[in-house]
């Protein structure tokens, strides 16, 4: 790393720099736009210039699907979803969640769980705000669970049909 934190790294072979930057400049206005109307950043998600550049990492790569694991309050799901909802590449997403029991936050809060640093919101409280937010986004389904065990399945599924 050199001292401004930018890594000294070459970038992965075959990958197409100027293409992503030339893709992430043309969907800027768009983006902007569409994302702008979430108002402000919602805690635990995305930055919105990370949501830009993984909504044109999905352009590029002309991606059909996206699976989310850690679906949160439901703000980087909405940046995705405002985002594709204009005619988009994505044609569905999905946010996968399992969020914490009142049992399991217990535990975090007197640090007698490995897990504890994960732990930041109730599942009842999380879900309610994700679905809310959400509701208007008929290309966005939420899955309550653990992504280790229901993310393969749902690739396993989306393999056997032409799709990125």
Avoid: K, N
Wanted: hydrophobic letters at 45%; charged letters at 20%.
């Amino acid at each position: 790393m050199s001292s401004a934190g930018a890594s000294s790294e070459a970038p992965p072979a075959g990958f197409d720099w100027a293409a992503f930057v030339s893709t992430t400049d043309a969907i800027a206005p768009a983006f902007v736009e569409r994302t702008s109307r979430m108002g402000e950043w919602i805690d635990s998600s995305i930055l919105f210039s990370d949501g830009l550049c993984f909504c044109a990492m999905c352009e590029l790569l002309q991606v059909d699907y996206v699976i989310e694991a850690g679906t949160g309050f439901g703000g980087s799901t909405e940046m995705f979803a405002r985002y594709f909802a204009d005619g988009g590449r994505v044609r569905h997403i999905w946010s996968v969640d399992r969020a914490a029991t009142p049992w399991e936050q217990l535990l975090a809060r007197l640090r007698l769980s490995e897990s504890a640093r994960y732990v930041w919101s109730s599942r009842r409280r999380a879900r309610a705000v994700a679905a809310a937010r959400l509701r208007t986004f008929p290309q966005v389904t939420l899955i309550q669970g653990d992504a280790f065990g229901e993310v393969p399945p749902m690739v396993t599924r989306m393999t056997r049909e032409p799709a990125r």
